[in-house]
């Protein structure tokens, strides 16, 4: 039971940081971007196959979000400079990655197992695997969460949010709203990237198809965050993010537990993810029918 | 301050719904110049004042702003030039951001955006003065979203933000239409207040011939995609309602007449 709570608590922090950045696009610049499943393989990628030919796990880290900073200008360029649009400039970036990530790998698939990860100094330090990996994940999201909120605190920041507010409102106030998306693309697709890089280091390869399903993953962490904790700014929200991964993974490490087969899992998350985003759509009907009918009986 | 010349906008080029809105619009403003614009449903106006805002090119003319040639600028490296406020409330603001993070958008309009802090509490203080100016009880609510606050508000707040910087021309846009017959009033009253406060030149799009005649300096009407009517001076300070709608349907049967001579 522990070890089942200690792997979902570590998992869930390696992918709050790319829900981190889902929560940036798709909340914050109002773009849904499906360039995602396409970064977080190139992050793993970039990070494995550095770390396989020796180099040094944090410089592999640092280059992965890079690339994956890269994957994000590619998508934020297609739409805003060649007015493709966002969910199409996203999967064209999906799709390319495939190609690149098999060319990184040079092969589909690159082990780490015993080669020295981000993970390895506080394993060294006497920490159990699953602990290292829960500290690491802590600094990572307390670090990334707060570097991110003081950003959108800034000018550029600010400017970035009002581009996802209102876009008509943001060039009539000077801002270049072709530069703030590809800038909060190229974000939000480091952060997946980062984790990609993390979590290949954490599962000791890197596979081309380990980021399928990464985008409604992501989704569903966020919403578990959103319904069950509506706050209002963004400080506390990020910190929900967080909550809302680890939760995600307690959840399907319970179903797994309960004898669901691991190949059903991404459509239990679909189902999921589509339930609880129509939930605000019952949720105003039956509202509403409720009125209705006090309504109704006034006006009879 | 603002030389509008030869301005023309087809909408559509091509394709069977081609549109020729703005049919060689020549318009020239004087500092200060503050001008009424009416016009019918379709007349142009609002494809005027967003070829002046750059929100599209236009297919010819050209557009000076204070002696700078913005013709081919894009929308965002003009805003430095220019105020606007539009008809929907909803359309000036960030609603999802508060008061004082708005008025810091707009305080920042000309500048370049870097990774200072996006509001500073100087600014606060000077934003909460502004906002008392307003007197509707905003400079108690500068954390509060945008979206929180009425049609009225939302304008009056837009106004103090286009005018934020002293824009060398300040577009209104029907700014008015979607307010309460008790609101609009203040909205308007508010905006006269801070054009004359700045000098600002203006241009103000109303359907409201009243307004038309009470507020600004000169007067023009469009119909068509041609400006059919320009008063200023005295001639303006006497019109009446009486008068203007005899002129507007005078001026709408001239084209409609110029139409038929060109068709035939
Ligand atoms: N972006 C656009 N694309 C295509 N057609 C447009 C566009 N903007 C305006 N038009 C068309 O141009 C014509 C003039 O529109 P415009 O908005 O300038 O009129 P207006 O004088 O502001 O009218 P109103 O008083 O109704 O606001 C209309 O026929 C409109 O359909
Ligand atoms: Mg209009």
Not at chain 1, 107 to 129: E, H, I, K
Not at chain 1, 282 to 289: A, E, G, N, W
Not at chain 2, 161 to 172: D, F, I, N, R, S
Request: charged letters at 15%; hydrophobic letters at 45%.
């Amino acid at each position: 039971m522990l070890a089942l709570f200690q792997g979902s608590v570590s998992l869930g922090l390696l992918w709050a940081v790319m829900t981190i950045g889902v929560f940036l696009t798709f909340r914050i610049l109002s773009t849904p971007d499906l360039s995602v499943e396409g970064t977080i393989i190139l992050g793993a990628a970039t990070a494995a196959r550095i770390i396989s030919e020796g180099g040094d796990p944090f410089f592999a880290t640092f280059l992965a979000i890079l690339a994956g900073c890269l994957g994000g200008l590619v998508t934020g360029v297609l739409h805003t400079k060649f007015k493709i649009p966002a969910i199409l400039a996203g999967i064209l970036t999906m799709i390319g990655s495939y190609s690149i990530v098999i060319r990184i790998l040079g092969a589909s698939n690159v082990s780490l197992l015993r080669l020295t990860t981000v993970f390895t100094f506080l394993q060294d330090m006497g920490l159990s695997n699953r602990n290292a990996v829960i500290v690491f994940g802590l600094v990572v999201v307390a670090a990334s969460g707060a570097l991110l909120y003081c950003f959108l605190g800034t000018e550029l920041g600010s400017a970035v949010r009002a581009t996802g507010s209102n876009r008509n409102m943001a060039r009539a106030q000077g801002i270049n709203t072709d530069t703030t998306t590809i800038l909060c693309l190229m974000i939000s697709n480091g952060l997946v990237a980062l984790t990609g890089a993390l979590v290949a280091q954490n599962q000791g390869f890197a596979s081309v198809d380990m980021g399928m399903g990464t985008i409604v993953i992501g989704l569903a962490s966020l919403i578990i965050a959103e319904v069950l904790f509506p706050v209002r700014n963004v400080w506390s929200r990020l910190i929900t993010l967080a909550a809302g991964a680890v939760l995600y993974r307690l959840i399907i490490a319970v179903v797994l537990e309960l004898g669901m087969a691991p190949t059903d899992l991404r459509l239990f998350t679909a189902i999921t993810v589509a339930l609880a985003l129509t939930l605000p759509l019952i949720r105003d009907k039956f509202s509403k029918m409720g009125s209705h009918g006090k309504g109704g009986s006034k006006d009879a | 301050m603002l030389d509008i010349k030869n301005l023309h906008k087809t909408f559509n080029i091509g394709t069977p719904i081609e549109n020729h809105v703005l049919k060689g619009v020549s318009l020239r403003l004087a500092p200060g110049d503050y001008v009424t614009l009416i016009g019918g449903n379709g007349a142009g106006k609002s494809t005027l004042l967003n070829s002046v805002a750059g929100t599209f090119f236009p297919d010819e003319g050209s557009i000076t702003i204070d002696g700078i040639d913005v013709t081919s600028l894009p929308e965002h490296k003009r805003a430095a030039y220019l105020g606007r406020v539009f008809q929907d409330p909803m359309m000036g603001t960030a609603t999802t951001m508060s008061i004082d993070e708005n008025l810091a958008l707009a305080y920042r309009r000309s500048k370049r955006r870097t990774l200072r802090w996006g509001v500073t509490n100087k600014e606060r203080a000077r934003y909460r003065e502004l906002l008392a100016n307003l007197e509707l009880g905003l400079e108690h609510r500068m954390s509060d979203k945008l979206g929180l606050l009425s049609g009225g508000q939302r304008q009056a707040l837009t106004l103090l933000m286009a005018t934020l910087t002293q824009p060398k021309v300040l577009l209104l846009d029907e700014h008015t239409a979607a307010l309460d017959p008790k609101t609009a009033p203040k909205v308007l009253e508010i905006g006269d207040r801070l054009i004359a406060q700045h000098n600002l030149t203006t241009m103000m799009v109303t359907h409201n011939m009243k307004n038309a005649i009470q507020h600004g300096n000169r007067l023009i009407m469009m119909s068509g995609g041609r400006i059919v009517l320009d008063i200023a001076g005295e001639e303006k300070k006497r019109l009446t309602v009486e008068d203007l709608i005899a002129k507007f349907s005078q001026a709408s049967g001239e084209e409609f007449a110029g139409d038929q001579a060109l068709l035939g």
